[in-house]
Each structure stands twice: as structure tokens, then as C-alpha cells.
């Protein structure tokens, strides 16, 4: 069964059901992000918060790991914490757990977004509606997505 452009009303089932997958998709993905607590890779509380919170003048330079001191690890993570915590001091509403919050919201946002525009480029190299819908059913709704794009960490933003 392929869906064919001159069957009317095939085109707008198919734009209707990509849209309510993917809103539902959205929804999970930030009620994910905010119910996730914690970390989910090491290096998302030691290289990125601490490096920043040091920054900032509250983490001590005893507390960091090694690889601040030999200069190993990027820097862009704890620039962007810097910055976003700076303009939430610069509102009088900066609070840590508000910051992770908005990183997280972010991550999953584009998280989100880069399995969107994915699974729309791989639609329309795909004939079978079976497929298509498939497709889109295992981008929307496969928990280990969510949860993954939901940490603000390299390795979930490099997947972004």
C-alpha cells in the first residue's frame, strides 16, 4: 500500500499523524526532562558544572578533577552554564536547579528537533505508508531517546 498523492485525504491522514506522533513525542520529551534529577554521565556534574561553578566562584579548585588542571576538556558546556547562570543572577532568580532545568529543557528541545527533521528527511525517501508510519512510531516513542536528549551532555548533544 503506497501512498499515493492522488487518493484524497491519504495526504492529510499522513500530516495529521505525523503531527499528533510528534507533539505526543514533544510532551514526553519534557515531562522527561523535567522529572529527570541527577546526572546521567559523570563528566555532565564534574566537567561541566564544576568547571563552571569554579568559574563562578563557588566550586574550589581542590574540588576539580584532573582535567581541568591538564587543560583536556572542552570548554563550551561550562561557558554556556556560565553565561545562563550570569543572566539569571541578572534577573535575581538564580538558583542551580533552575539552571539545570533550563539546560535540560534545551537539550531536549533540540534533541527533539534533530529527530524531527531526521525522520521527516528519512519520510521522504520511503514509499510504503507502513514503513513511514513505523518509522515515525519508533522516532516518537522509544523511551531511551527521551531520556538520553533529556542531560545536558556532550554525548547527548553530539547525538543532536
Same mark, same amino acid.
Given at each position: &500500500?503506497?501512498?499515493?498523492?492522488?487518493?484524497?485525504?491519504? #495526504?492529510?491522514?499522513?500530516?495529521? %499523524?505525523? +503531527?499528533?506522533?510528534?507533539?505526543?513525542?514533544?510532551?514526553? *520529551?519534557?515531562?522527561?526532562?523535567?522529572?529527570?534529577?541527577?546526572?546521567?554521565?559523570?563528566?555532565?556534574?564534574? !566537567?561541566? &558544572? #564544576?568547571?563552571?561553578?569554579?568559574? &563562578?566562584? &563557588?566550586?574550589?579548585? #581542590?574540588?576539580?578533577?584532573? @582535567?581541568?588542571? @591538564?587543560?583536556?576538556? !572542552?570548554?563550551?558546556?561550562?561557558?554556556?552554564?556560565?553565561?545562563?547562570?550570569?543572566?539569571?543572577? +541578572?534577573? *535575581?532568580?538564580?538558583?542551580? +536547579?533552575?539552571?539545570? %532545568?533550563?539546560?535540560?529543557?534545551?537539550?531536549?528541545?533540540?534533541?527533539?528537533?534533530?529527530?524531527?527533521?531526521?525522520?521527516?528527511?528519512?519520510?521522504?525517501?520511503? @514509499?510504503?505508508?507502513?514503513?513511514?508510519? %513505523?518509522?515515525?512510531?519508533?522516532?516518537?516513542?522509544?523511551?531511551?531517546?527521551?531520556?538520553?536528549?533529556?542531560? %545536558?551532555?556532550? @554525548?547527548?548533544?553530539?547525538?543532536?
Amino acid at each position: &500500500m503506497k501512498l499515493e498523492p492522488g487518493i484524497i485525504g491519504s #495526504d492529510e491522514k499522513w500530516k495529521s %499523524f505525523f +503531527f499528533y506522533c510528534f507533539a505526543a513525542s514533544l510532551a514526553i *520529551h519534557l515531562i522527561t526532562a523535567y522529572f529527570s534529577v541527577g546526572f546521567q554521565y559523570q563528566d555532565e556534574q564534574s !566537567q561541566i &558544572m #564544576d568547571f563552571a561553578g569554579y568559574k &563562578m566562584g &563557588m566550586v574550589p579548585l #581542590d574540588r576539580l578533577s584532573w @582535567e581541568y588542571k @591538564e587543560q583536556i576538556r !572542552q570548554g563550551i558546556q561550562p561557558f554556556i552554564v556560565v553565561c545562563l547562570y550570569r543572566a539569571l543572577q +541578572f534577573q *535575581h532568580i538564580a538558583n542551580p +536547579f533552575l539552571c539545570t %532545568f533550563i539546560l535540560r529543557i534545551f537539550s531536549t528541545i533540540l534533541g527533539w528537533l534533530s529527530v524531527l527533521l531526521l525522520t521527516k528527511e528519512f519520510c521522504r525517501r520511503i @514509499e510504503l505508508i507502513y514503513w513511514k508510519r %513505523f518509522l515515525v512510531l519508533l522516532a516518537c516513542f522509544m523511551w531511551p531517546i527521551a531520556f538520553v536528549q533529556s542531560h %545536558f551532555s556532550c @554525548e547527548s548533544l553530539a547525538g543532536s
